[in-house]
T-cell receptor, first 114, second 111 residues
Framework: DGGITQSPKYLFRKEGQNVTLSCEQNLNHDAMYWYRQDPGQGLRLIYYSQIVNDFQKGDIAEGYSVSREKKESFPLTVTSAQKNPTAFYLC?????????????FGPGTRLTVL | KQEVTQIPAALSVPEGENLVLNCSFTDSAIYNLQWFRQDPGKGLTSLLLIQSSQREQTSGRLNASLDKSSGRSTLYIAASQPGDSATYLCAVTYGNNRLAFGKGNQVVVIP
């Protein structure tokens, strides 16, 4: 089955630690995205990548880093510089041919700082 | 900067009633508008996508309209069912295929 997988589903981090969230897609999509969702809030864009080995900052990139070494994978690292990392993180992908395509979302990772 | 607003933030309706959810956006330079459904603790599922040149889209009991010039969209859900209980998110595509999201309409359908 084609889709987007995120792991782990739940993640706990101690203050001062870096953690990496995994996002994998087998939809053959070129573009991938990371969003953060806080309770009662809409999604906010952290980073996005339109092609392999290239990515751009979104609206709230501070304290986060990404890599795009493979088309299928777009891991997100939450660094110790992120002051309030507790949130629900969603990964998405799309094929950016024209502007007609929806983004497909993974099931999300809930990160909690202890 | 594109801003998306959804009203009301939360609503409850008896089963069988029609649902009307509103979305507004500040910049009419959009490529399309999408409505998503989100269940608690889950990812997003795309319900309807309306291209900027279209006025509405329909899928089953769902109908979404788009008035780009006034920056508004409405999602109608006919004959609501308890299974329709969820949060509905509106998003517009702009710029380099970026999405701007509203905060959502949290819906409860009472059996």
């Amino acid at each position: 089955d084609g889709g987007i997988t995120q792991s782990p589903k739940y993640l706990f981090r101690k203050e001062g630690q870096n953690v990496t969230l995994s996002c994998e897609q087998n939809l053959n999509h070129d573009a991938m995205y990371w969003y953060r969702q806080d309770p009662g809030q809409g999604l906010r864009l952290i980073y996005y990548s339109q092609i392999v080995n290239d990515f751009q900052k979104g609206d709230i990139a501070e304290g986060y880093s990404v890599s795009r070494e493979k088309k299928e994978s777009f891991p997100l690292t939450v660094t110790s510089a992120q002051k309030n990392p507790t949130a629900f993180y969603l990964c998405a992908s799309s094929t950016p041919s024209g502007r007609a395509d929806t983004q497909y979302f993974g099931p999300g990772t809930r990160l909690t700082v202890l | 900067k594109q801003e998306v607003t959804q009203i009301p933030a939360a609503l409850s309706v008896p089963e069988g009633e029609n649902l009307v959810l509103n979305c507004s956006f500040t910049d009419s330079a959009i490529y399309n508008l999408q409505w998503f459904r989100q269940d608690p603790g889950k990812g997003l599922t795309s319900l309807l996508l309306i291209q900027s040149s279209q006025r509405e889209q329909t899928s089953g009991r769902l109908n979404a309209s788009l008035d780009k010039s006034s920056g508004r969209s409405t999602l109608y859900i006919a004959a609501s069912q308890p299974g329709d209980s969820a949060t509905y998110l509106c998003a517009v595509t702009y710029g380099n295929n970026r999405l701007a999201f509203g905060k959502g309409n949290q819906v409860v359908v009472i059996p």
